[in-house]
């Protein structure tokens, strides 16, 4: 069973709300050089369509800062500005029209420019992530702490929302992310005690899958499943869309999300009579070719101990014998032999069918 959620404040990034009572957020960040503007928003659009909620664009130059009030005014999500060293990059992005800013304490050197940015901020309801990384914590921190551990996060994270309650802006939320999860996991619990801001949880650097996925489903999970966290980022090195799949399997996982297909399958045995690794791959290849995003549940079994069961448990699903299995639908067997060569035909129909019902 799940803790009850942490209560934040909320937040409004763009029109899409964060913390307090709102759903958890998937976020991604684009791999696109940002002044190319056709580009990032092709893949923003790519990211949208696989069910991310906000995304970040990196601003290393200023021909990127300057690509983004043509962003802001065509992209269908919420776009928040990635802001290192150049304060100037962030009043750029403000005056632009940009839906939200990432700064990090560890490299915006000085706090009147930070302060500036606060102001700007305000006037114009955009609010801000401070977002500190283990791999760019403030020099002084590190002396103090001996390394980048989760009480030296969280202190570079807390000094910093200081300099914005200053200005009065509280429009804030905080990330506090590192590579190794389980120092991830005890910043952020640390965190949650110590403020009610909303937090953006992610394991930053996770690497490529499948080691990536694990050690963000490890971090990230954990958290969520306590309580804590208003918006998920999964690091991936690989194509965002992955990232937010990934992302959006997690929460699926805790059943504190609802979308597009669940696709449960046995992990075979000496038991199956088919080959449930192929059949499974052709299962979900299909299914994603339809594009169906409702909610289904779809099982593929490969034998007579689980499998009905299973089936039964899911939407709709095949349980496999020897060349036949029977196709299950809502707990009910429509077919008792369907032939193994019409298994996969039979899901998707069956899958389409139910998506146009619901």
């Not at 999300?257 to 080959?275: H, N, Q, T, W």
């Not at 299909?286 to 299973?310: D, K, Q, S, Y």
Request: aromatic share 4%; with cysteine; hydrophobic share 40%.
């Amino acid at each position: 069973m799940l803790s009850e959620r942490r209560k934040s404040r909320q937040i409004t990034v763009g029109w899409v709300e964060v913390g307090g009572d709102a759903p958890i957020r998937v976020q991604s960040m684009t791999t696109t050089k940002t002044a190319d503007v056709n580009a990032t928003l092709q893949q923003m659009a790519a990211l949208v369509a696989a069910g991310c909620e906000i995304v970040r664009v990196a601003v290393p130059h200023w021909d990127d800062a300057r690509a983004l009030k043509e962003i802001a005014e065509h992209a269908t999500i919420p776009v928040v500005a990635d802001i290192h060293f150049q304060w100037k990059y962030a009043m750029a992005a403000l005056e632009g029209g940009i839906h939200g800013l990432r700064i990090n304490p560890g490299n915006i050197k000085y706090q009147d420019k930070v302060r500036l940015i606060a102001r700007e901020a305000k006037a114009r309801g955009v609010p801000i992530r401070i977002g500190v990384n283990a791999g760019s914590l403030e020099k002084d921190l590190l002396a103090k702490h001996g390394r980048p551990s989760a009480e030296a996060l969280v202190e570079s994270a807390l000094n910093e929302a200081r300099i914005l309650e200053d200005e009065d802006f509280t429009d804030i939320k905080i990330s506090v992310k590192h590579s190794n999860p389980a120092e991830m996991i005890r910043a952020y619990r640390l965190l949650a005690e110590a403020c009610d801001y909303p937090l953006h949880l992610g394991v930053t650097e996770a690497g490529p899958s499948p080691a990536g996925a694990v050690k963000s489903a490890v971090g990230i999970g954990t958290l969520l499943a306590e309580g804590i966290g208003d918006t998920i980022r999964v690091s991936l090195t690989d194509d965002p869309v992955e990232e937010v799949k990934t992302g959006i399997w997690i929460l699926q996982s805790l059943g504190l999300r609802r979308r597009g297909l669940d696709l449960v399958a046995c992990p075979s045995c000496g038991r199956a009579e088919v080959d449930v690794l192929g059949l499974t791959k052709q299962v979900n290849e299909a299914l994603e070719r339809e594009g169906i995003t409702t909610p289904i549940r779809v099982a593929v079994m490969g034998c007579v101990v689980n499998g009905p069961g299973e089936a039964r448990e899911a939407d709709l699903g095949i349980a496999a014998g020897k060349g036949y299995g029977q196709l299950i639908v809502r707990g009910e067997v429509q077919e008792h032999r369907i032939p193994e060569d019409r298994f996969v035909e039979a899901l998707v129909a069956e899958a389409k069918k139910m998506a146009a019902d619901r």
